[in-house]
């Protein structure tokens, strides 16, 4: 999904498609954690109600941060990598689904390191911009870095729950890695289409 122009890469129309790609395969996983999970681990439930919109503009602020972090880095015109940021950091949270719904479902489905990589594997096979995978990985791990309480690394493989606790920091760090790395490489790719030269990605 490869666009010509002076931002290759920077659609809206990708920018929108890595929305979808994320949510899905967060909502497959879910289904999956639904399917796969054995009884005893059908345990997760929703956090106290008048906690939630505090706890999702956490999650909101810290993404919008990192967002215009990658858009300081490359510049104005990098915007809507604030907002991609911004939505995906909030959206991993759509894996709670069947819980607000009255469902038994395990704890965070997809707040998983196979998620993580499904996420990107997808978004990198159909959009192919680097940058748009780093946002993806940056938003995993800052999602990962506000919330507290039990996770299943490796769901929907196994259900396995383990603290999140001595993790955040390591998700805040690669949160702004990734966030940074991906103003870096839109600024460059944009530069090698402008002067004609390789780019980044096909
Ligand atoms: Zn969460």
Redesign the pocket.
Known sequence: MSEKGDFPGLSWRNILYAILVYVGVALIFTALGLLLAPQTAQVGGTRPEETIPG?LAE?AVFGLLLGLGSTVIYGIKGLPLAFLTTVLTVA??I??LPAYLGYAETI?PA?SLVFAIAAMAITAITIKELDIELVVASSFMA??A??TGL?APFSPITFGYVELGPYRLLFAAGAVVCALAAGVVLRIRTVANRSGGPSLVA
């Open positions: 706890h999650l991993l949270d894996d709670h965070r707040h999602h990962m506000v919330d996770f």
